[in-house]
Every structure is written in structure tokens, then in C-alpha cells.
């Protein structure tokens, strides 16, 4: 068979690990494919000194790229909305497969790029979006299509997940933790995307789309991040044999999906609970299989390299076959994609941990757990801590409440006169069913 | 796109599981596939009480499922060496594809029927042979494909692993634990298939086969059981930060290929370390990926069934674009396979934790330290233990050094006169590199 010609666009990290990967691995690769991939043309704005590109071709227009009639396949890694977008489009307009690593505008624009590939009878293809190196998106898509998928749990953010680690370790303030993983390249200039969860959403949209056969819908994935956790919740949930992760959680319920990013504590014996610093790991449940973990590098150049060559190997293997995909984009046909609702937040069911700060006056715990009560949320367990002055921290887990009436519980809680500033409230999953 | 008809052979645990995976998700796999999966017959001996098969047609005769005209795929779950060897061949020659759970069959006859299938353009998927409803065969055919593997360590016995976590919670004995695990259903009446390896074993060869692109070459995996492991092993390892886990080791080296099973110390901080129970985890380590770690049932009706009907999948998914395999059966073209040989053990390097019983004479520890150093084996930690009577154990864990040297040592040491008895060697991994 003949080589595969390839455009990349975009040379930084991810794109000098992928042209790297490609280069050292070539006859592993092509001993897996039965021919050459050969990389024809790279758009970059400035040299990878980490990349030896020999006389390959260079341009520093990306649509150059997407117009070169030699190239059957066009890596996307520049990243963000545009021109990121009418780069894709103009490559499948013109009758080429797609391989990316855009989290953000697959999961924003996903439908509509898939719509054009179908149209286009092209592949578009997209394992580096999630965690990394993992191969999550080839787990859903294939390995696990045997199930009715119940829910899937995900530390996918690692720069979240080294914050909260360091924190439990080390017994450190959140601002404190933050600056250092700043200083080590861990976390941006600017770390909201990461750190209050937009990144983490961006991935749980895809991977819902992908466990449930629902279209992409970012807009609905509700999104809390870390920058309120405190040491202090951090060791409290330890004392109660919890850790506490940034988990990004989707769930089929008979109601509809959800979905959702936020903390959450989660048992220490869980094997996700001990998935520390930057790394990523995935939990899914099917009906068929029970509960499954995939664990990983989720960033850094070579990982998710990985992802994007292994995505290429299946579009090389898919056109030696002189075909389109033979798997849907989305897991699921596309006639056959549901219409289940995405649930509000107020609509869903969790277990509570909750921190407030009590004037140590009688009858205060009584008037908080009438609170409770009368909303139908029964405590698990209850902790006052010892404190040299008033007022003092007062830890409380609750049983699986219906968020909604947590809300207007902690609206009543915050109104008493014994209670001192705002509640605090992490949700606690158990993920063992 | 019509109805893909297949015949299931065998209709025990997991012949009942995927008969009954396949009628509760029918609209969700159809939602997949674009095409719906009738079982058009099955063969069996007796009825399983699992099952409530409707009309299906049945036979007692798997031949003739095998012969069937209107069967696509024969999914074989009989297991064993004959007649599910002919079975498949039957199939083949009658130009259908197959899916099977049989890691015996493959490990030991998969180059014979790999051979036959791509003679014959027919698909011959095997997902469920290795490690239950863990997608790992895909995941090595297809996510890792970027990479250059360089090793895998896998936990994939459920009952060697069950064994081991109950003699280190409760500090209980070998046989103790091993006829709780008969009673429970976990071990077979004659347990050596597990405990002493061998089942290890064949799923091992199939991972490196799909690893490095390697013949299947069952006879050459090492093999060394639990079964001489003791309570007292599990304790001291645990008091030098390691557990005790029955791994499948393979490794890709200049001189060849390690391919081995033997009881291994691993730190405790390891995530595979963490693997309790019947679960099953296996960790892929590759140049651009770095370390992975794949985790879930490892047995069982429906996890098992989990992969066979996900194996389906791929073959209606293949069947779809009207063509063979897209994938390479062992991942690797056929001929692209290497001719790496498979290491001797003795050619093999690891460190050794060493139990050996002392009489308390001045000079002993000199003498063994010195057998240890004029074969350039160095020690990494020595622990005398307290003991109340001669002779007291002497734990040393060494360096790595290679197994040929550690052979003579330990040849040497047993013959010292104050030794009581032989010398109890257990291999350690550390997996971090």
C-alpha cells in the first residue's frame, strides 16, 4: 500500500510530540499499518526546537495545509475557537480525514463538525481530547459498546488534580499550591480553565456524548471548581476516610443525564482516590461489565502524541479498507442519538459534606438538623471539632439528599443568628453502584 | 443495513451472559451498530436456567452452528483444546467469522488459526481470552498503536489475586485461603490452572504477541505459581513497603523478550499494588505514552460476556464496509512479525527479596554476603529477624542482578552448614521504569 500523506497544523508541544512520535516509531507504526505515514507539509509559526524536521515542507499559512491536494489527512493542533474551526471545515470541505486534540471545540462545535464529515464522507477523529494517552474514547466508542453504560467518574484535569494533591500532602493552602504548580509549568498564567473546571467540562461533555448517544451540549454541564477548597476541608474529609477529588461525573438516571463537574469527596479505598499529582484516570461503569478504571499521563507532549498517531493508525487502517468510519463519530448512529434531557443541578441526588462555623450557643445543632429534617435529608455523621475560640467549625455528612432541598436548606442554615458566614458544601459520591 | 445472524457454541457462564447481554441492550448495541444481532442458534448441552431463549433454534451438534448457512459468526464458548480447535477451523473454512473467549486455544493454536482466517478473509476476534470485560486486547491492537511498547505487567488471575489479598488481610495460610476460595466458587476443584500459573500464562503470551508483534509462543513463558508462598512472605514484604502480587511480566530488551509469571514484591504506592480481590488490572508501558493502567473484572458471566459481545461489534462494524479485518489479528501485518526470542529466565534481570533460615553462628551473614558479592549481586536491605529459637529467617532484598547469577548463589548458600533448609526467592519489580 501506499504511503499516507499528512498535513499537521500547529507545531508546539503536542505538535513536535506528534511529528517526533511519528519519526522515532515509524517502522513500529508501519509494521501495525502495512504502509508509511509520512508527514508532507507542517504549518507552524515559529521552529520546535525540540524537532529536527529535516526538508520536510513548511508554510506558516494552516489553510495551505487544508488546500494541499497531496495530503490525505490534516492533524489539527493549534488549539482554540478560531481559526481552529474553518481550518476543520475547510479540510473536510476538501475531502480530507481530521485528527485533532480541541477539547473546547469539539465539545462547542462537535455536532456540526460531525454533520460536515458525514456529509463529506470523511473521519474526523479525536482520542487526544480526552486524558491524554489514555485510550478513552476508543474504550466507549468500541470496547465497551456491548453495554448500557450507567455512569462514568473522571479525574480529567491534571493540573486540578496535582493542586488537591499537594494540598492533602503537604497540609497547604489552595493560592499557595497554585503558584507553585504555576512555577512548574503545571498551571497557566491565567489557571481558570483548569482550575475552576472549564477544561475538565470541555472533556465530560465528550465523554457523555460518547457513554449515553446524546448530541454534544457543553452549555448544560454544570462546572465548580477548587479555588474555595480549604486545607481544612481537605483534612476533614480524610478524617472521614474520604479524599477529595475534582471529578468531573456523568450519569444515566431515569430522568435524564447528568452532568457535572465539581469536588467531591470519595472513599480512600477507591482505586480513583489514589490516583495522585497530574495524572488522569477514568471510571466507568456498564451494566455488563460492572466498574471498569483507565489510568493515564493526561497532558504533556508524548502522551498525547500517543493519542493522536493511534488515531491516525485507525484512519490509515479505515482507508486501506477504502472506506469511511466504520465507527460513528459519537459511538452511536447518528439517526439513533437520544434526545434524553440533560438534568438542572437542583434536580440531582448526592450525599453532602458540609462546613459551618457555629457560635457555641445550646440548641444551634438542634435548629440545623430541624433544618435538615424538615427537608427530608437525614445526617450520616456529625463532628464538632475542638477550637480555641468562638465561633467553632461544626462538619456534618448527609445520606443522598436531592440538591434543590439542599439549597434551600443551606439558605435557612446561613439565615441563623448562630451561624457565622457561609456554609460550606462538597458533594460525596460513593461510586460503587 | 440487514440483521447480522450468529450462533453461539457452548452455552455455560458465558454463553448464558452474552445470549442475555445481547437480548437487554439489543437497542443499545443496535444504536451502535446500525444493524441489530440475532442469535440464530445456539448449541448446547443442557439448558441454562439464566437464560430464557424464547424460539431460538438449538442443536446439540456445534458443527452444525459451524455448517449453518445463514450464520455470519460463530461465537465459540466451549473452551478447551478439542473440539473447539475444529470447531473454528470448520468455521473458518466455511468462510465465517469468529469470536471466541478460549486463551488456551489462542495462546497455544492462534498462529495456526490466524493463518486459516486470513486464508480465508474471515475475522477471528478474541477480546474475552485476556482479562475479562478489560478491553486490553483492543487497547494494545489499537490505543496504543502510537508506541513503542516497552513492557506490561498484569494482575490477570482473579483467583491467584483473590488468594493473595486474603493472606495478607487476614494473615492466613496458602491452603487455608485456597479452600475458602473453592467453597466461594472462585477456584476450580483442581486449582493449578490458577494458582500454579498456567492460565496466567496464556493470556500473558497473547499480550506480548500483541505488544511487540511477536509469534505466539505459550511453550517459552516462565511460569511460577503462589502456591509456595507463605503468610510470613506476605508479612515481611509488607513491612519493607511492598505486596505481594501474582504478575504476568513481559519486556521488551536488547537481547530479547521477557515472557514470565512468578509471585512479585511491588511497592505498595504502585496504583496496580492497590488491585484487590478478584479484580484483574493490567499496566502498559510505552515510549510515548509512559505508564497506563487498565482495571475491571477479570471473569464472570457478563463482564466476560462484556468483551465477546464487544468483539461482535466490531466484527458487524467491520462487516458494514464489506470487507476483512481492518486490524491485524496479533496487531503487528503479518508479515511484519519479529523473530525476537523469547528470553530464558536465567538470561533475565530483576532484584530478589531472599528468605533463608540461620543458625546463629558468627560469620554466617559474611559468608552469604560474600556468595552474594563474588557474584556481583548487591544488597539493598538485610533484616535478622527476633525469633525465639534457632534457626531465625533472614530476610535480604538485593539489587537487580540476573537470575543465572542468583541460580549459583543460591546454590551456594544452601550448601552452607549453617543454613537450615532452602532458600524462599521472590522476584521485585519496581514498575516505574
Same mark, same amino acid.
Given at each position: ?7 499537521i497544523?500547529?507545531f ?8 517526533n512520535v ?6 513500529e507504526?508501519?509494521r501495525?499499518?502495512g504502509?508509511p505515514?509520512v508527514v508532507?507539509?507542517i504549518a507552524?509559526?515559529?521552529t ?8 520536510t ?6 489553510f495551505?495545509?487544508?488546500n494541499n491536494?497531496?495530503i ?34 469539539i465539545?462547542?462545535?462537535?455536532n456540526?463538525i460531525?454533520a460536515?464529515?458525514?456529509a463529506?464522507n470523511v473521519?474526523?477523529s479525536y482520542? =487526544?481530547?480526552? $486524558?491524554? *494517552? +489514555? %485510550? ?11 453495554n448500557n @453504560?450507567?455512569w462514568?467518574a473522571?479525574i480529567?484535569?491534571?493540573?486540578s ?5 499537594q494540598?492533602?500532602?503537604?497540609t497547604?493552602?489552595f ?7 504555576q ?13 475552576e473546571?472549564?477544561d475538565?467540562?470541555h472533556?465530560?461533555?465528550?465523554? =457523555?456524548?460518547? $457513554?449515553? *448517544? +446524546? %448530541?454534544?451540549?457543553f ?9 474555595q @477548597?480549604t486545607a481544612?476541608?481537605?483534612t476533614?474529609a480524610e ?5 477529595i ?24 479505598k477507591?482505586l480513583i ?7 488522569n ?6 451494566? =455488563? ?11 504533556g507532549?508524548?502522551?498525547?502524541a500517543s493519542a493522536?498517531?493511534a ?9 486501506a479498507?477504502?472506506s469511511?468510519?466504520r465507527v ?8 439513533a ?5 440533560v438534568?438542572p443541578?437542583?434536580q440531582?441526588?448526592?450525599?453532602f459534606?458540609?462546613r459551618m ?9 438542634a435548629?440545623?438538623?430541624?433544618i ?7 445526617i450520616e455523621a456529625?463532628?464538632?471539632q475542638e477550637?480555641?475560640?468562638?465561633p467553632?467549625?461544626v ?5 443522598p ?5 439542599m439549597?434551600?436548606a443551606?439558605?435557612a ?8 458566614g457561609e ?7 460513593e461510586?460503587d453502584?
Open positions: 500500500m501506499q504511503a499516507i500523506r499528512i498535513g497544523c500547529g508546539g508541544t503536542v505538535g513536535g510530540g506528534t511529528f511519528l519519526q522515532r516509531n515509524s517502522n507504526i508501519a501495525r499499518t504502509c505515514i508532507e507539509q507552524m509559526r515559529r520546535n526546537p525540540n524537532c529536527n524536521i529535516g526538508n515542507m513548511t508554510t506558516d499559512d494552516i495551505e495545509v487544508a491536494a497531496t490525505a489527512v490534516l492533524v489539527e493542533l493549534i488549539g482554540g475557537h478560531q481559526p481552529a474551526m474553518d481550518l476543520i471545515m475547510t479540510a473536510i470541505k476538501n475531502g480530507k480525514h481530521v485528527v485533532t486534540a480541541n477539547k473546547a471545540l465539545a462547542e462545535h462537535g456540526e460531525f460536515a464529515a458525514r463529506n473521519i474526523v482520542e =487526544a481530547a480526552v $486524558a491524554g *494517552g +489514555i %485510550p478513552i474514547i476508543k474504550t466507549l466508542r468500541e470496547g465497551l459498546s456491548a @453504560i450507567n462514568l473522571g480529567i484535569n491534571g493540573t488534580n496535582f493542586i488537591l494533591t494540598m492533602r500532602d503537604h497547604r493552602a493560592a499557595d499550591v497554585l503558584q507553585e504548580a512555577q512548574l509549568g503545571y498551571a497557566e498564567a491565567d489557571p481558570t480553565f483548569d482550575v473546571g472549564i475538565a467540562a472533556k465530560l461533555t465528550i465523554l =457523555a456524548s460518547l $457513554a449515553f *448517544g +446524546i %448530541p454534544l451540549q452549555s448544560k454541564c454544570y462546572t465548580e471548581g477548587i479555588s @477548597i481544612e476541608d481537605v476533614n478524617k472521614l476516610g474520604y479524599r477529588k475534582h471529578l468531573g461525573l456523568t450519569r444515566r438516571t431515569p430522568d435524564g443525564i447528568e452532568l457535572r463537574v465539581h469536588p467531591t469527596l470519595i472513599p480512600e477507591c482516590a489514589n490516583v495522585h499529582g497530574v495524572m484516570a477514568v471510571l466507568a461503569n456498564g451494566d =455488563a461489565v460492572g466498574s471498569t478504571l483507565y489510568y493515564g499521563a493526561g497532558a507532549a508524548e502522551p498525547t493522536v498517531v488515531d491516525l493508525v485507525d484512519v490509515v487502517r479505515d482507508l479498507l477504502d469511511d468510519s460513528p463519530s459519537l459511538a452511536f448512529q447518528q439517526g442519538l437520544s434526545d434524553s434531557p438534568l443541578m437542583s440531582i441526588t448526592t450525599a459534606y458540609l462555623m457555629v457560635r457555641e450557643r445550646p440548641g444551634v445543632l435548629q440545623v438538623t430541624r435538615l429534617g424538615e427537608r427530608g435529608i437525614s456529625i463532628q464538632q477550637h480555641h475560640c468562638e467553632v467549625p462538619i456534618i455528612l448527609t445520606r439528599a436531592k440538591e434543590q432541598f439549597n434551600e443551606i439558605v442554615i446561613e439565615a441563623l443568628a448562630d451561624i457565622a456554609v460550606t458544601r462538597i458533594r460525596v459520591e461510586l453502584s
